[in-house]
């Protein structure tokens, strides 16, 4: 069964910084997605990948097959970006298509 | 931009009701499942549907649990006699033709009193 960790689990940033947010996972995966879960409970979703990286405005995404690891970037952050931020696999092998969930990295922007 | 929708927002039930919980997936989609948060719990995968089947079922979806897609536009979760622990929102995704990707909808928040 694959685990997946997230860090840090709370994460308070000053408007404008660059933010990073780490998930690890003990398994090797077909896809890694990235999703936003605003304070009203609703989700997201930002990114799937399964190599590389990949841009979406100020987010950023990477993954390293090799080293097990993920992660999210935000460039030049805003108020509106705090939210948790949610990282979940899908396990490599035929026919599962089901997705482990990391606890979540909250992250709080402070104008 | 076509979303999915699920409803209702909020539900408040007893202890042994049945509860269902409604969701309406992107009309071209063919794959659904279901997810469950409870609060300040991770996400966790409760079912996946295709072709009018289940396709794989996590250990919490037991036998109070059933999935149907009634009408070819609906899908639904049903709780046949709800515990206070199944208080949590369920979320509902649906998937495409690249199945790897799935939207979800804003879910239910079910509280079991």
């Known amino acids: 069964k694959n685990e997946v960790e997230q860090s840090p689990q709370n994460l308070t940033a000053q408007e404008g910084e660059f933010i990073t947010i780490n998930c690890s996972y003990s398994v090797g995966i077909s896809a890694l997605h990235w999703l936003q879960q605003h304070p009203g409970g609703g989700i997201v979703s930002l990114f799937m990948l399964s190599s590389g990286k990949k841009k979406h405005g100020r987010l950023i995404a990477t993954i390293n097959i090799q080293e097990k690891h993920s992660s999210l970037h935000i460039t030049a952050s805003h108020p509106r970006d705090s939210a948790v931020y949610i990282c979940?696999?899908?396990?490599?092998?035929?026919?599962?298509?089901?997705?482990?969930f990391g606890k979540g990295t909250k992250l709080s922007v402070i104008p | 931009e076509p979303e999915v929708t699920q409803t209702p927002s909020h539900q408040v039930t007893q202890m042994g009701q049945e509860v269902i919980l409604r969701c309406v997936p992107i009309s071209n989609h063919l794959y659904f499942y279901w997810y469950r948060q409870i609060l300040g719990q991770k996400v966790e995968f409760l079912v996946s549907f295709y072709n009018n089947e289940i396709s794989e079922k996590s250990e919490i979806f037991d036998d109070q649990f059933s999935v149907e897609r009634p009408d070819g536009s609906n899908f639904t979760l049903k709780i046949r006699s709800t515990k206070l622990e199944d208080s949590a929102m369920y979320f509902c995704?649906?998937?495409?033709?690249?199945?790897?990707?799935?939207?979800f909808g804003p879910g239910t928040r079910l509280l079991v009193l």
């Open positions: 979940a696999v899908r396990s490599a092998g035929a026919g599962s298509y089901q997705l482990t």
């Open positions: 995704a649906s998937g495409g033709v690249i199945r790897e990707t799935q939207y």
